[in-house]
């Protein structure tokens, strides 16, 4: 068959190399899809309870699917943020999963990723004027419309004082639109008079007990419902009626079903709060980053679009609920959120 023993030997190697190409490129593809995924999450902070447990959360899930995170906290400075975004950009990240500290400023991190070729989730606050691939979070409107349906039911006369989230994020422009759909109409017909209208920059707690003290030295302690954005805020609005022996006599709202503010529910402080069971949104976020990583289609997840002055984002929105001394038990204790000795513990 073989002309000389030289071309024998030729055929024979070009086989082995053959067979060797074969191999390593088997390996190399192997190699390829072995590659682990490796997701960015930049969260505004984590001194507030709630980001700590979306971390953990996150984390968990992301690394039970395969992928591995890199966790960062901007300590609610939009600037470290951007720094912070940019680094997680150069590690080489498939997916960033970005929280944001200033939903408008947020934008040219949205851009900086897809330059890279990298997919960015808006997870719990609306990344304003930017092509963000998907957003996941709850139903903000409805969280506020939850807190003013109570106020309103509470108090259907009477003083107000309307307390917002930071100007920044996108999320305290939700939850007041919600609440002033039940307490606008009734300032309409002169049942409710608004005496305080206030932001509170960053959210800080320290920033709502200042404002509170001013709002009750304006109008001579003569308050009867505060609109609370979120629990940390309550509990300086809270302390601050304290000081005047108001906390239980004022009907205050919350959100984030924070322990301390369940203490305060249970003390008769705090009236309410809404529990948004961040397990279900930070596993879900988890997921839904591990699957655009890996270039599946989550089409079939989208149960809404918000606009965020740019586009409909496609958006998965999960629903709250509201907590009171009544339903403590039921959905908190029950589903593992708090143990029962944490809440009636000392």
Not at 16 to 30: A, D, E, H, R, Y
Not at 261 to 270: D, F, L, N, Y
Request: with cysteine; glycine share 6%; proline share 3%.
């Amino acid at each position: 068959m073989f002309k000389s023993p030289l071309s024998k030997i030729f055929v024979i190697l070009m086989v082995v190399l053959l067979i060797l190409s074969t191999f390593v490129g088997c390996q190399s593809k192997t190699s390829s899809q072995s590659k682990k995924i490796k997701i960015g999450f930049s969260l505004p902070t984590l001194r507030e309870e709630r980001y700590q447990r979306d971390r953990d959360y996150f984390v968990k899930r992301a690394t039970e699917l395969g992928a591995e995170v890199l966790v960062q906290a901007a300590n609610n400075d939009e600037n470290l943020q951007k720094s912070q975004v940019e680094n997680l950009i150069t590690q080489g990240i498939n997916v960033l999963v970005l929280d944001p500290q200033n939903a408008e400023s947020a934008a040219v991190l949205v851009e900086a990723a897809h330059k890279a070729g990298i997919k960015v989730i808006s997870y719990d606050r609306l990344i304003k004027n930017a092509d963000v691939d998907v957003y996941i979070s709850f139903d903000n409107v409805r969280v506020g419309e939850m807190q003013g349906k109570f106020l309103t039911e509470k108090v259907p006369k009477g003083n107000y004082f309307i307390f917002a989230g930071a100007p920044t994020d996108n999320n305290a422009t939700l939850f007041k639109q919600g609440a002033m759909k039940y307490i606008q109409p009734l300032v309409d017909k002169g049942d409710i008079k608004i005496l305080y209208d206030q932001a509170i920059k960053d959210w800080q707690p320290e920033e709502a007990l200042r404002l509170a003290e001013n709002a009750l030295t304006a109008n001579k302690n003569n308050v009867q419902a505060i609109l609370a954005p979120n629990d940390g805020t309550a509990g300086g609005i809270i302390q601050a009626l304290e000081a005047q022996k108001l906390a239980g006599k004022v009907v205050v709202t919350g959100q984030d079903a924070e322990l301390a503010a369940i203490k305060r529910i249970v003390a008769g402080k705090q009236s309410m709060t809404v529990f948004k069971d961040v397990r279900k949104l930070a596993q879900k976020a988890a997921e839904i980053a591990v699957a655009m990583a890996q270039g599946q289609d989550i089409s079939k997840d989208i149960n809404g679009k918000v606009n965020n002055n740019k586009m409909d984002v496609p958006s998965i929105l999960l629903d709250p609920v509201v907590i009171t001394k009544d339903n403590i038990d039921k959905e908190l204790i029950e589903s593992g959120w708090f143990t029962k000795e944490q809440v009636y513990g000392n």
